[in-house]
C-alpha cells in the first residue's frame, strides 16, 4: 500500500521564497569595523535573483560550479542563494589554505567562475596561473587589485546589468546544491557534494533542535567556507532569524564590539572563537546575558569553559564533521536533570546523543559492531540522509563500511546513547597497551586557571610503545609550571595517563578551522623545534 502524500522536492529555491516572502522584513546586518549596513531578506533575495541572472548572463548552467572566497557577509549570502537556485553548484572556499591546497581544491572542484573579495584578490592571483577551469572572477568591495586575475567583472556592476531573474529552472532534489572541501589534515581535501535535499533536512534539524524562529538574531561566526557556516544561513533564512555577519572582523574585540551592538540571541562557534570572545568580556565587565544560546563545535569544548559561560547562556556542545553537513550529535543533559546534579556536567561534558535522522555505532578493528556499554572503544561510524556516501571524484572505500560512514573519531556509546569521543583514530595513545584519551587530558589541562589551550599528542616510547607529550599555552601573565600541571592532573585521571614530557608555547597550531593541528606539534617534536621537557619516568603498579 503507498502513502497519500505528495511527492513535493525539498529545494533550496523553497527555502529563498519562503524567505523572501514570508519573512520579508527580517534582517541581514554585516559588520564594517566601525558600524554596520543592514538589508531586508526582501531586498537580499531580489540582490540574489540578480545575481542569478547575471551569472546565467556568463554562461553558468546547471551543474557549473561557482567558488566563493569570501568573509562572512552579505554578498556570500547571495551567493549561497542565488547559485544554487539557478541550478549552478556552490562551492565555498577555505580562504586559509595554503596556495598549494587552494590550487587543488579549485581545480579538484571544477570552478568556471570565483566570486571573490576584492581584499583577497592577492591570494587568489598568486594560484591564478594553475587553474585550470576558471574563466572569471566576480570582485566583491572596492580597492582591490584585479592585475593577474584575468577576466574580471565587479560584483555591482554584474547585478546592474541586468534585471532579476525570473525563469529559475525546475530543479531535482538529489541534484548537486552545493560542495565543500575536508581541510586535508591528512591528504589532499576531499570534496563533500550536499543535495538540495540534503541541505533542506539538515536545515529542518538545525532549527528544531535549537528552537530558532523568527524573534531569533542569529550571529554567524562560523566561517561561511566551512561546512555551510554549520547550515546556521539556510537555517536561518527558512525560518526568518535575522542573520548578524561579521565580515572578517573575528578577533576578540571587534567581535565583541558587533555582539554588544547587534545583541544576537544565538551564538554558534570553535571553542577558539568562544574563548576569546570570553576573555574580552569580561575584561570589558561585559553583559551577555541577552544571548539564549550558544553552541560550540569543531573541537572539544572544555568544560571550564561551559561553566565560565553558564552565568549568561548555556554553551551547549555539538559534533559533526564536512561529511555530516556537520550535525551529528548534541550534548544535552538527560530529562529533568538539574545543575546541581553532580552528573549534571558529565553529560555537558560529552559529545551527545545522535540528533534524530542520524543513526550511530561503533565498531571494532574486524569491524564488528560494539555493545553501547559505556566502556567498550570503537571507532565511530555514522548514517543518515545528511551524511556523504561517497567523496567527489574519490571512492576512497577506506572510510565507507556497509553503507556507513567510518568518521575517523574513536570512542564509547553508553546506554542512553550519549556518545564520548576520547580521540581521533590518528591520534590514540597507546601506552603500555593501555588506551590513554587525548582528549580528555586536555579537558583536564583547560580547566586549569593558568591555562589557555593546551593539546596532547603520543610520542614513541621504547618502553610504553607511546606516552603523552601535554603541550600548554598559557594565558598572559600566569606562571604554572608542567609539576603545578601534571598535580593538577593527578587524581582526575588515572596516574598512567600523567604525561611525562611537557613543551609550553604562545600558542597551539590551529587548522585553517580553528582546530588543533597536532599533525604540526608532531613535526616540530620529531625535528627537535619544540622545547620538550621531561619529568618523572611514569611508573605502574
Known amino acids: 500500500m503507498q502513502s497519500t502524500m505528495q511527492d513535493w522536492p525539498l529545494t533550496l529555491q523553497e527555502v529563498l521564497r519562503r524567505g523572501a516572502t514570508l519573512f520579508a522584513d527580517s534582517r541581514v546586518v554585516t559588520f564594517q569595523g566601525a558600524g554596520s549596513r543592514t538589508a531586508t531578506y526582501a531586498e537580499v533575495a531580489r540582490r540574489s535573483s540578480l545575481l542569478a ?43 586559509r589554505l595554503s596556495a598549494r591546497q587552494l590550487s587543488f581544491v579549485i581545480n579538484d572542484g571544477g570552478d568556471r ?22 574563466e572569471r572572477v566576480i570582485l566583491v568591495g572596492e580597492g582591490g587589485d584585479p592585475s593577474g586575475l584575468g577576466e574580471v567583472i565587479g560584483y555591482e556592476e554584474l547585478l546592474a546589468g541586468g534585471s532579476p531573474l525570473q525563469d529559475w529552472p525546475e530543479l531535482e532534489e538529489r541534484q548537486a546544491a552545493a560542495m565543500c572541501h575536508t581541510t586535508g589534515t591528512t591528504g589532499e581535501p576531499k570534496g563533500v557534494v550536499y543535495s538540495h535535499r540534503s541541505l533542506w533536512l539538515h536545515s529542518l534539524a538545525v532549527i528544531a533542535n535549537f528552537g530558532l524562529s523568527d524573534a531569533d538574531r542569529i550571529c554567524v561566526t562560523v566561517p561561511m567556507f566551512h561546512v555551510m557556516a554549520w547550515g546556521t544561513p539556510y ?28 545583541r544576537p540571541t544565538f551564538l554558534g562557534g570553535v571553542p577558539t572563537i568562544f574563548q576569546g570572545l570570553l576573555l574580552a568580556a569580561e575584561a570589558a565587565g561585559a553583559d551577555l546575558g541577552f544571548v539564549r544560546m550558544g553552541i560550540g563545535g569543531g573541537s572539544a569544548v572544555p568544560e571550564s569553559l561551559m561553566r565560565a559561560y553558564q552565568r549568561w547562556f548555556p554553551l551547549v556542545q555539538a559534533w559533526g564533521m564536512t561529511e555530516t553537513s556537520p550535525i551529528g550529535t548534541i550534548a544535552e543533559p538527560p530529562r529533568g536533570m538539574a545543575e546541581e546534579d553532580p552528573r549534571y556536567w558529565h553529560y555537558r561534558s560529552m559529545t551527545g546523543r545522535p540528533v534524530p535522522g542520524v543513526e550511530l555505532r561503533i565498531t571494532g578493528a574486524g569491524g564488528e559492531v560494539l555493545p553501547w556499554d559505556g566502556r567498550t572503544v570503537g571507532e565511530i561510524e555514522v548514517r543518515g540522509p545528511w551524511i556523504t556516501a561517497r567523496y567527489h571524484g574519490d571512492p576512497a572505500p577506506e572510510r565507507f563500511h556497509d553503507g556507513w560512514l567510518r568518521t575517523g573519531d574513536v570512542g564509547t556509546v553508553d546506554e542512553r546513547g550519549y556518545v564520548q569521543i576520547t580521540d581521533r583514530s590518528k591520534d590514540v595513545i597507546k601506552s603500555g597497551g593501555e588506551w590513554i584519551s587525548s582528549v580528555e587530558l586536555e579537558n583536564h589541562l583547560m580547566a586549569h586557571p593558568d591555562v589557555l589551550d593546551a593539546a596532547v599528542v603520543g610520542v614513541a616510547d621504547e618502553h610504553w610503545q607511546e606516552r603523552p607529550l601535554a603541550v600548554v599555552a598559557l594565558r ?38 580553528g582546530k588543533q593541528d597536532k599533525k604540526v606539534i608532531r613535526r616540530l617534536q620529531a625535528d627537535g623545534s619544540l622545547p620538550v621537557r621531561r619529568l618523572v619516568r611514569v611508573e605502574r603498579a
Open 235 to 262: 537555517a536561518a533564512w527558512a525560518r526568518g532569524a535575522d542573520l548578524l555577519m561579521p565580515d572578517r572582523h573575528m578577533q576578540p574585540q571587534p567581535l565583541l564590539s558587533f555582539v554588544l551592538e547587534e
Open 53 to 95: 541572472a547575471g551569472l546565467r548572463r556568463l554562461g553558468i548552467g546547471p551543474g557549473d560550479r561557482v567558488g566563493t572566497l569570501c568573509w562572512n557577509h552579505q554578498e556570500h549570502l547571495e551567493a549561497y542563494l542565488a547559485v544554487p537556485c539557478m541550478g549552478a553548484v556552490l562551492h565555498t572556499l577555505n580562504l
Open 113 to 134: 567562475v570565483i566570486i571573490a573579495d576584492s581584499s583577497l584578490a592577492p591570494l587568489l592571483a598568486a594560484i591564478r596561473p594553475t587553474l585550470g577551469s576558471l
Open 476 to 513: 598572559d601573565g600566569r606562571s604554572a609550571t608542567a609539576e603545578d600541571l601534571r598535580e593538577h592532573l593527578r587524581g582526575r585521571v588515572p596516574g598512567f595517563w600523567l604525561p611525562d614530557l611537557w613543551a609550553f608555547v604562545d600558542q597551539i597550531p590551529k587548522t585553517s578551522v
